[in-house]
Each structure stands twice: as structure tokens, then as C-alpha cells.
């Protein structure tokens, strides 16, 4: 089967660092993805990493460890707009298709 | 590009009666995603199109759904007869490849009371 697992809160503070991890079971694994949703709002992509390593854009950035079966999504210089939830997500196989995770809600205080 | 299109945003019904949720995905997007959201389940992927073509519908809970995809810039999700355990936020995402970014729509809302 096909699992992911990740925290189901997390709170920081305004201008702290957040690091929202993800362990995955999966077969065919294609890649892991992060998406933003806020409340009442449509989930948003944030980032993919397909090889191993460290992806970076602006304050928001990704890693990747394919041996481990782990990942992560880390938020820097946090902003209150920061909250919402964050989804990770599996391809599966070549196929287009992702399996996503529960989801972790950020509340970033003042 | 305006995005990925759905209607209605918000849908509220009764039981036992049909629902149609439509879906107009980004042009030019060769795969097409229906999802289905609760605070239970979470985002559940119900069916996805390549091409057009039914690709896998594994996630679709039931007899009771059946999706279509007639053309490349339309699909619609059907639920005949609705229940209330029916009632969640249904998404709509397109996307270009298999390069996991999908384009999500706002959402349809559905209540089944």
C-alpha cells in the first residue's frame, strides 16, 4: 500500500523557522511535492523534489532523501499569511497521479 | 489563463437526488483530476484523466459516482442518488505532465442534507 505520514499541527512564531517532515511508504515512488492550502482555499504547489537534495525558492524550501523515505518542507522568516495547512504528496509511478498526506496545519503567532 | 474552472462553487441538495459538479481544466493540460475533501478523509483522489481517457478510477467510493470526460475542456462528476456522507469539497485539478504540479479549481462545497 501507500502511505504518507506527517505531523498534524505545528505552531511558531512570527519570523521563526518551521520544518514540516514527511515519511512516505510507496511503491513506484515518482517524486514528492509540497502543496499550501489556507482555510476555505484550494490546495496551491509549492515545490517537487525528484532527485535527493535540497530545493530552494524564496523563503520556502525542500529536501529530499529517497533512501530514507523522508522529506521535508522547511519555512523560514514565517509570516503570518504562513498559515494554513501543508500537504505532502507522492507520485505514483510515471502516471501524473499523487497520493497526499493529512496534511499539517501552521499557525504562526505574533 | 483563468485557471481551472468548476461549478457551482457551493451545491446544497437532498438526499436522494442527482448532483452534477463540473470542471473546466487549464487548456493545453493533458491530465485531469477529480478530488474529494473532508476533515475525516482528507484530499482523496476519486478519478483521474489522461487524454480524456479514464485512467483510474479506483478512488471513486461507489456505483453511485461516475465521471465523464467528453472533450479536453470539460469533464463533470455525477452522484446519483446523493447521500449526506456525500457532503464535502470537491476539487477539480488539471495538469500538463507527470511532473507532480497540478493546478487546483476553487472547489465545489456540496451539502447533502
Known amino acids: 500500500g501507500q502511505s504518507l505520514e506527517q505531523p498534524s499541527e505545528v505552531t511558531a512564531v512570527e519570523g521563526a523557522i518551521v520544518q514540516i517532515n514527511c515519511t512516505y511508504q510507496t511503491s513506484g515512488f515518482y517524486g514528492l511535492s509540497w502543496y499550501q492550502q489556507h482555510d476555505g482555499g484550494a490546495p496551491t504547489f509549492l515545490s517537487y523534489?525528484?532527485?535527493?537534495g535540497l530545493e530552494e525558492t524564496g523563503r520556502f524550501s525542500s529536501f529530499l532523501s529517497r533512501s530514507d523515505s523522508y522529506g521535508y518542507l522547511l519555512l523560514q522568516e514565517l509570516q503570518m499569511k504562513d498559515s494554513a495547512s501543508y500537504f505532502c504528496?507522492?507520485?505514483?509511478?510515471?502516471?501524473?497521479?499523487?497520493?497526499f498526506g493529512q496534511g499539517t496545519t501552521l499557525q504562526v503567532k505574533p | 489563463d483563468a485557471g481551472v474552472i468548476q461549478s457551482p462553487r457551493h451545491e446544497v441538495t437532498e438526499m436522494g437526488q442527482e448532483v452534477t459538479l463540473r470542471c473546466k481544466p487549464i487548456?493545453?493540460?493533458?491530465?485531469l483530476f477529480w478530488y474529494r475533501q473532508t476533515m475525516m478523509r482528507g484530499l482523496e483522489l476519486l478519478i483521474y484523466f489522461n487524454n480524456n481517457v479514464p485512467i483510474d478510477d479506483s478512488g471513486m467510493p461507489e456505483d453511485r459516482f461516475s465521471a465523464k470526460m467528453p472533450n479536453a475542456s470539460f469533464s463533470t462528476l455525477k452522484i446519483q442518488p446523493s447521500e449526506p456522507r456525500d457532503s464535502a469539497v470537491y476539487f477539480c485539478?488539471?495538469?500538463?505532465?507527470?511532473?507532480?504540479?497540478?493546478?487546483f479549481g476553487p472547489g465545489t462545497r456540496l451539502t447533502v442534507l
Open positions: 485539478a488539471s495538469s500538463p505532465g507527470t511532473n507532480n504540479e497540478q493546478f
Open positions: 487548456s493545453g493540460h493533458d491530465y
Open positions: 504528496a507522492v507520485g505514483s509511478g510515471n502516471t501524473g497521479k499523487l497520493i
Open positions: 523534489n525528484g532527485l535527493d
